[in-house]
């Protein structure tokens, strides 16, 4: 789920990047109490940081296209099954109309499985603004696939 996560983001080298996530779970895992949806939400503050590292870092350098893959995700109903069917690039093409707040949220969401409070505790915002942020992006995104009949 983090380097899905990292990879819908656009990060260079996903698979790099969730190494450095893990390096960081390891080495803080002294530290860390609570129980697994704790655990599973403080993973993901990490990876949501070193993505937002990582894009300061090459701020100054525009990133390729990413290989055409399809995302790793459980296929449990209709919109993760139309989401399975599309490539990386389609996603990316997409997502890269919404607010960065909303793609955030939706990636954490859809990619990763957190429930809203635990996006709200990884992108430091309330919960309500959470729902709201989401709610938005997926009626841009519905617009978005209505005016240009993108096949699911």
């Known amino acids: 789920m983090v380097v899905g996560y990292l990879r819908a983001h656009g990060a260079r080298e996903p698979e ?3 190494s450095e996530v893990f390096v960081a779970v390891v080495r803080g895992l002294a530290e860390f109490s609570g129980d697994e949806t704790g655990f599973r939400s403080w993973v993901f503050v990490i990876a949501h940081r070193r993505l937002l590292d ?8 525009p990133v390729g296209p990413a290989p055409s893959e399809t995302l790793d995700t459980a296929v449990a109903g209709v919109e993760d099954q139309a989401l399975a069917n599309l490539s990386i690039e389609d996603i990316r093409v997409l997502l890269s109309r919404l607010s960065d707040d909303q793609r955030d949220v939706l ?11 635990e996006v709200a505790e990884v992108v430091g915002k309330r919960a309500g603004a959470v729902k709201a942020l989401q709610r938005r992006g997926l009626a841009s995104l519905a617009r978005t ?5 993108i096949p699911l």
């Open 16 to 18: 790099d990047l969730a």
């Open 54 to 61: 990582e894009r300061r870092s090459h701020s100054r350098h």
């Open 107 to 117: 990636l954490l969401r859809i990619v990763a499985g957190l429930t809203v409070e």
């Open 145 to 149: 696939i209505a005016k240009q009949a």
